[in-house]
């Protein structure tokens, strides 16, 4: 089955930019959908299709997929911003959803 | 405003069986894929199983294949998850998810379903 790979933590300063990858084999000719899930909460989605932004995501939230990673970028980190982030797509092979494993973000 | 409700967590020994509701409002419940998505305590997100629109297209996470069932109810807006012969790696929050297409854009709040003996 189809394999999402994160790094399990990305410490960044506030107002830095941070990049979360996500890698998997040929990502690139797939689409990738980004996750924001703080503690106690459900997830939010925050990136759909590679980069496009649903309605109430600040800009600062963008993404970018080709080759073999997609990234999700936090442009001016904030506080508000430290929460797990999870890469997604749909692998139409095995007709099965994939998560990545998830990405701790701490704002130092 | 889309609201997701879900409904039916409880504790369950192994090997018992659960059903799981999820009533779904603010949206033309018929037009969507829904899906159910657990994540277990201090774990990431696991995608459990997917019905589309017309019900035509059901899909299965290998790890419930076989154990779990899902359904949709038209007249009630609702969404369902029967579970049977659940397993101690069943224990989680099971959240259930609206789909456009291929991504996951609305979520209820959970339930938590904890099988322990």
């Known amino acids: 089955s189809y394999v999402l790979t994160q790094p399990p933590s990305v410490s960044v300063a506030p107002g830095k930019t941070a990049r979360i990858a996500c890698a998997g084999k040929?990502?690139?000719?797939?689409?990738v959908h980004w996750y924001q899930q703080k503690p106690g909460q459900a997830p939010v989605l925050v990136i759909y299709?590679?980069?496009d932004r649903p309605s109430g995501i600040p800009e600062r939230f963008s993404g970018s997929n080709s080759g073999n990673t997609a990234t999700l970028t936090i442009s001016r980190v904030e506080a508000g911003d430290e929460a797990d982030y999870y890469c997604?797509?749909?692998?139409?092979?095995?007709?099965?959803?994939?998560f990545g494993s998830g990405t701790k973000v701490t704002v130092l | 405003e889309v609201k997701l409700v879900e409904s039916g967590g409880g504790l369950v020994k192994p090997g018992g069986s659960l059903r799981l509701s999820c009533a779904a409002s603010?949206?033309?419940?018929?037009?969507?894929?829904m899906n159910w998505v657990r994540q277990a305590p201090g774990k990431g997100l696991e995608w459990v199983s997917s019905?589309?629109?017309?019900?035509?297209?059901?899909y299965y996470a290998d790890s419930v294949k076989g154990r779990f069932t899902i359904s949709r109810d038209y007249a009630k807006n609702s969404l369902y998850l029967q579970m049977n012969n659940l397993r101690d790696e069943d224990t989680a929050v099971y959240y259930c998810?609206?789909?456009?297409?291929?991504?996951?854009?609305?979520w209820g709040q959970g339930t938590l379903v904890t099988v322990s003996s």
């Open positions: 998810v609206r789909e456009p297409s291929e991504y996951f854009q609305d």
């Open positions: 019905i589309s629109s017309s019900s035509t297209y059901i």
């Open positions: 299709y590679d980069s």
């Open positions: 997604q797509l749909w692998d139409s092979y095995s007709s099965h959803y994939v």
């Open positions: 603010g949206f033309t419940f018929s037009s969507y894929t």
């Open positions: 040929i990502i690139g000719s797939k689409s």
